[in-house]
């Protein structure tokens, strides 16, 4: 990747950081703000809870999203931005524009997910056919 190029794509990931840092302090700021006044009904009283679990589930998955634009801006410096970090391809222009914080190409991201959603249902990868025995 070129140098001026990865320069406009490190310039978008310090945008998306400043961006996500904003949202998590007002997030944060907002569930410590939803104090009980002690004149909710128990309706009310769930209502705000699933809320402000709601609230908290967002800084979650900012957070996580937060530390992946943190690696990013990472491999900028290195120059290893976008290079697959599985196979050493560069990642597509195209993706990157999409998810400028991605360290897979597509092809080993999709891979990935194959692997986890096999795992998540119970099944391994055999690298051999299993021996079966005929004495049985």
Known sequence: MKKIERKKFEQR????REGLTRNYQETAQDSKSDLDDGTQDYIDFATR??????LLSLGNLERQQLQQVEDALRRSRTESYGTCVTCSEEISRKRLLAAPWVECCLG?????????????????LLEEEPEFSSEE
């Open 13 to 16: 990931l310090l945008e998306l």
């Open 108 to 124: 080993c991201q999709e891979e990935q997910e194959r692997g986890k959603s096999r795992a998540a249902r119970g099944f391994t």
């Open 49 to 54: 809870s699933y809320t402000k679990e709601f």
